[in-house]
């Protein structure tokens, strides 16, 4: 079995995430990574026994040894390394959101039109296995059609803190949500209405928000993202979907709480599912991710789960809810 070496670019607390996964998988051989900062550049490779380090992510892409890239850079950062790596002849995996707006998605889009490497955004959420499973009967068809869903995904003020001088919360988690509703549906929006609001104006971005979407095919979809629960809240991310069909409902529970952590504190319901780390490895629904796209460079197959236009589509959509709220208007399509 030929190894596929892999760069990854951006070493914060998710991209050190992107190593630790990568290394527990057999296919991948992470031989290099790259920050600006020389600090935690050292930290992480003394950490990850990683060889190759890089300050300038054009050198590591120079670096013909390199088969894959993953970038985990801010999200206003993702468009040019991505546009680079393309271009350097590399297969990219990219963190999501795809890119800052719908404009630097197009030009992402237009870069791969001059390559035969993959490409995949990682919207970790179709490999869950709870959502993944609610796609197979819906597309069986067990519910009818689809009439609304609503989503909420919400997360404590502590954990947040560090996120909302970066990324609104209907920026951030909103687009996991809706991009499962049009994978859901297979419908496009038409009209949005969305409310934010701040619960912490030192912070440059809101943390509560509501989105409301007409999507072309009647459905209503509903948005929940509030970013500011206590911080003795007991969940790490309290997410929660109700898809209502002619024919059924689908409930998912995904707030972890069938694995509870009583202690002199209280009550916790510890993240289990996305990246838990088990036996000194990381394990979970971002493995599954990796292992996928690992699996499409090493087969030869073009990665189908989540395709970069479905990736640049919702981001535009989350785009124009923002506008929306901004404006305080409903924004067509």
Same mark, same amino acid.
């Given at each position: 079995m030929e190894r596929i070496k892999v760069g990854v670019i951006g070493l914060g607390w998710f991209g050190e995430h992107h190593i630790d996964t990568l290394q527990a998988l057999p296919l991948a051989d992470v031989t290099a990574v790259c920050t600006r900062r020389e600090e935690r550049l050292k930290e992480i490779a003394n950490k990850y026994n990683i060889k190759k380090t890089y300050t300038n992510y054009h050198e590591l892409l120079a670096d013909k040894d390199i088969d894959m890239v993953s970038i985990v850079t801010h999200v206003y950062d993702h468009m040019q390394p991505a546009i680079d790596a393309i271009n350097a002849g590399k297969h990219v995996f990219l963190e999501k959101p795809?890119?800052?707006?719908?404009?630097?998605?197009? &030009?992402?889009?237009?870069?791969?039109?001059?390559?035969?490497?993959?490409?995949m955004v990682g919207h970790v959420c179709r490999f869950d296995t709870a959502y993944a499973l609610a796609k197979e009967e819906i597309d069986a068809g067990s519910i009818g059609k689809i009439i609304s869903i609503h989503a909420k995904r919400n997360l404590a003020k502590w954990i947040t803190e560090s996120s909302l001088n970066k990324i609104s919360a209907l920026f951030g988690d909103g687009i996991h949500d809706f991009d499962l509703m049009l994978w859901y549906t297979g419908a496009k929006p038409k009209t949005v209405y969305a409310q934010t609001t701040s619960t912490r104006p030192e912070f440059k971005y809101d943390d509560v928000a509501w989105a409301f979407f007409r999507l072309d095919d009647g459905t209503?979809? =509903?948005?929940?993202?509030?970013?500011?629960?206590?911080?003795?809240?007991?969940?790490?991310?309290?997410?929660?979907?109700?898809?209502?069909?002619t024919d059924g409902i689908i409930n998912i529970n995904n707030s972890g709480d069938y694995y509870s952590v009583l202690t002199k504190k209280g009550i916790s319901y510890p993240q289990s599912t996305y990246w838990p780390k088990v036996h000194g490895m990381r394990r979970g629904y971002l493995k599954e991710e990796f292992d996928y796209f690992l699996k499409c460079i090493s087969?030869?197959? &073009?990665?189908?789960?989540?395709?970069?236009?479905?990736? +640049?589509?919702? =981001?535009?959509?989350? +785009?124009?809810?923002?506008?929306?709220?901004?404006?305080? +208007?409903v924004i067509e399509f």
């Open positions: 795809m890119a800052n707006n719908a404009e630097e998605c197009d &030009k992402i889009l237009e870069a791969l039109k001059n390559t035969d490497k993959f490409f209503f979809a =509903v948005i929940e993202n509030v970013w500011s629960l206590p911080d003795n809240a007991p969940f790490a991310i309290d997410a929660k979907m109700e898809i209502i069909g087969e030869g197959k &073009k990665p189908t789960i989540i395709t970069p236009q479905e990736s +640049r589509d919702v =981001v535009y959509a989350m +785009r124009m809810a923002e506008k929306s709220a901004k404006e305080n +208007r």
